[in-house]
């Protein structure tokens, strides 16, 4: 059975607590029930523009919204194929991803434990590449399934369609905000196999033998939880900005100033600021703008410190970036949406 809200306020659907509202907010359960939607956007009688969210972890709410909002609460999960080496299952975009990830560990199935504790729902993490750790959700990625939102049609994408790179995908582009994901298909391994390289697990690691899929969730989830607000105590999405990428020469002129500089290759010339240092050292861990504050432990999280709105957040967010660009010549690019 379809849900439809009329004036529905969307605080509990997103992890900063914003209370904005939509004028109409839809929740179904299948396929078809996607597809009658789809047809009631078409001929007016749920009004546009609309937005599909997940879990609104990954979301800024600066407005009211006019049209419609879509949450999927297609949550299943099958097993679709399965030898000796992987297991292929199916999961509905609607499915929390870190239940997802708990199942996997409980199987015993190898992939998704680094991505233990990442807010959000499965389908978002196919569309955002979610990662972290070392892994990205990409790795597990074999298909999205998705419908046409203009002409109701199913259309399955593979990994390589997908053209997953740093937390994007051509899903992200506005060209194809059309496809709206269904479920995911997703690979997993069944030989031991973990990937513990990430330096902050490696140490946290560090002298324990034998380690389990159940040893990399928790060491992960408690550096994460060292690190991270808790979204049910503190408003937050997460990394505010994604870790600039810049040419190799730029990270050699910023070096004369700053030898410290923590970095990551990416390609043959170019690397991988982190964007936490930049904004700590601009001096902004720990401090505040109105109700809106730079997270004491790591600065590239944005928190509301209680009522903001989102223009409040998105004020800091635009002094933060000014900041990193008159110290160091970098621009920082928001990983949130920002609506
Ligand atoms: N750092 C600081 N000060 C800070 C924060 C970070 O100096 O306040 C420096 C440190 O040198 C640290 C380095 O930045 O060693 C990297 O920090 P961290 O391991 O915390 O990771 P990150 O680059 O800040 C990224 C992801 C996180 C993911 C972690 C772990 C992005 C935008 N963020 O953060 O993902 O959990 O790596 O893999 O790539 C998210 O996307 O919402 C998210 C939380």
């Known amino acids: ?44 009688s749920l009004p546009s523009p609309w937005l599909h969210i997940g879990g609104g972890s990954n979301l800024l709410l600066t407005r009211d919204w006019p049209g ?12 679709v194929f399965r030898d000796d080496d992987n297991v292929v299952v199916r999961a509905g975009a609607g499915m929390v991803w870190d239940e997802f990830v708990a199942m996997c560990v409980d199987k ?14 499965t389908g978002a993490a196919a569309v955002q590449n979610i990662g972290a750790y070392g892994m990205e959700a990409k790795d597990l990625v ?29 899903f992200k582009q506005p060209e194809n905000k059309r496809y709206v994901v269904l479920s995911v298909l997703l690979r997993l391994g069944l030989r031991p196999h973990l990937n513990i390289e990430y330096r902050a697990l490696s140490e946290a690691l560090a002298g324990k033998d034998r380690i389990s899929l159940q040893d ?22 997460g990394s ?8 190799r020469s730029r990270l050699e ?14 390609s043959a010339d170019t690397v ?17 703008l109105g109700r809106a504050g730079v997270y004491p432990r790591q600065a590239l999280v944005l928190v509301n410190l209680g009522g903001a709105s989102g223009s409040e957040i998105v004020a800091l967010a635009d002094a933060v970036r000014t900041s990193v660009r008159e110290r160091f010549g970098v621009e920082l690019s928001p990983e949130v949406n920002i609506l």
């Open 216 to 237: 990399v969730r928790e060491t992960v989830r408690s550096i994460r939880s060292s690190k991270l607000p808790d979204p049910s105590e503190t408003g937050s999405a």
């Open 1 to 44: 059975m379809l849900k439809i809200h009329k004036d529905y306020s969307l605080l509990g659907h997103n992890t900063f607590g914003i209370d904005a509202r939509t004028a109409i907010f839809v929740e179904y359960s299948s396929e078809e029930e996607l597809r009658s939607v789809a047809g009631m956007l078409r001929d007016g």
């Open 272 to 288: 991988k600021l982190s964007a936490g240092w930049l904004i700590e050292q601009c001096g902004w861990k720990g401090r505040s």
């Open 253 to 266: 002129e910023l070096q004369r100033h700053w030898p410290e500089i923590p970095y990551y290759p990416v």
């Open 108 to 121: 015993g199935w190898y992939g998704a434990e680094n991505l233990s504790a990442i807010p959000g729902e």
């Open 142 to 170: 074999l298909e999205v399934e998705t419908l046409d939102m203009t002409s109701g049609e199913k259309r399955t994408f593979s990994a390589r369609d997908c053209r997953y790179g740093y937390r994007s995908s051509i």
């Open 240 to 247: 505010f900005f994604t870790n600039p990428v810049v040419p």
């Open 68 to 79: 419609t909002v879509l949450h999927s609460l297609v949550t299943g999960c099958n097993t």
